[in-house]
């Protein structure tokens, strides 16, 4: 499956955005672009909203047509916070929760629990390979329990 991740994005944060997406749709589709979850789309698609909460429109969207395996989310990120961050790596870390908020809005869209749990699980464990985790500062010593 593709990951496609593009963006209404203002211009002060245009490039660190791009970057973001990019780091975060080349890592996911390494790690799973090859398999398959027996989900009927053929590619991943979500547009951030990043944007000042001053601009009007840019509503959210999520769209699933399962006969053109199409899934196209448009999703808003929340601008201060992506402003604010002090590293690319605090940058992907948004861009991989708006992935994750696809995923569990897709699960609103269809009725594949088990796939869509078995595609999540791997998003996260492959978010947590490149230092993304569901937060932004999980234990790194949370495994060491076992």
């Excluded at 203002?10 to 398959?36: M, P």
């Excluded at 698609?45 to 196209?72: A, H, M, N, Q, W």
């Amino acid at each position: 499956m593709q990951f496609w991740i593009s963006g209404e994005i203002h211009k002060d944060v245009t490039q660190d955005y791009l970057r973001a997406a990019d780091a975060v749709s080349r890592s996911l589709y390494a790690e799973l672009g090859g398999v398959d979850y027996g989900l009927p789309v053929n590619s991943w698609d979500v547009i951030g909203i990043l944007l000042p909460p001053s601009v009007p429109g840019f509503e959210e969207v999520k769209r699933y047509d399962p006969d053109k395996r199409e899934v196209e989310f448009r999703l808003r990120l929340y601008y201060p916070l992506f402003q604010a961050a002090e590293s690319p790596e605090e940058r992907q870390w948004i861009v991989f929760n708006m992935i994750l908020r696809s995923v569990d809005l897709f699960r609103e869209l269809s009725d594949l629990p088990a796939e869509i749990d078995r595609f999540r699980a791997d998003i996260v464990s492959a978010g947590r390979k490149y230092g993304w985790g569901e937060n932004l500062c999980e234990d790194d010593d949370e495994d060491d329990d076992d």
